[in-house]
């Protein structure tokens, strides 16, 4: 499966962004979707994860109740909602894929397929 990542810009904080992961390939459902971030220095950071079926949501304590994940398999795309952005949101952000046959990771090793990064920057 080949990812691609868009919706990052420049906001202040308080705004909202939608970031989304468009697929390829078929047999999307198969597959559970990470989002993950990146600030310079520092390893990916893990922010949210869908499982294939869409039904399992996962989140970093950092963006609970700020971020949301969703996921359209009929039309092979996945969204991280971001309201009430903070200026620490600001990131590179990536997102991933692994087979549904494994459990949903939070870790970057977990996933198999990556998508270029968007970057989200946030201004105080």
């Known amino acids: 499966v080949q990812l691609q990542a868009s919706g990052g810009g420049l906001v202040q904080a308080g705004d909202s962004l939608r970031l989304s992961c468009a697929a390829s390939?078929?047999?999307?459902?198969?597959?559970?979707v990470g989002w993950f971030r990146k600030t310079p220095g520092k390893e990916r950071d893990f922010v949210s994860a869908?499982?294939?079926?869409?039904?399992?949501?996962y989140y970093a304590d950092s963006v609970k109740g700020r971020f949301t994940i969703s996921r359209d398999n009929a039309g092979n795309t996945v969204d991280l909602q971001m309201n009430n952005l903070k200026p620490e949101d600001t990131a590179v952000y990536y997102c991933?894929?692994?087979?549904?046959?494994?459990?949903?990771?939070?870790?970057?090793?977990?996933?198999?397929?990556w998508g270029q990064g968007t970057l989200v920057t946030v201004s105080s």
């Open positions: 991933a894929a692994a087979s549904s046959r494994l459990d949903v990771s939070s870790t970057s090793k977990g996933y198999d397929y």
């Open positions: 390939g078929r047999s999307f459902s198969r597959f559970h």
């Open positions: 869908i499982s294939g079926s869409g039904v399992s949501t």
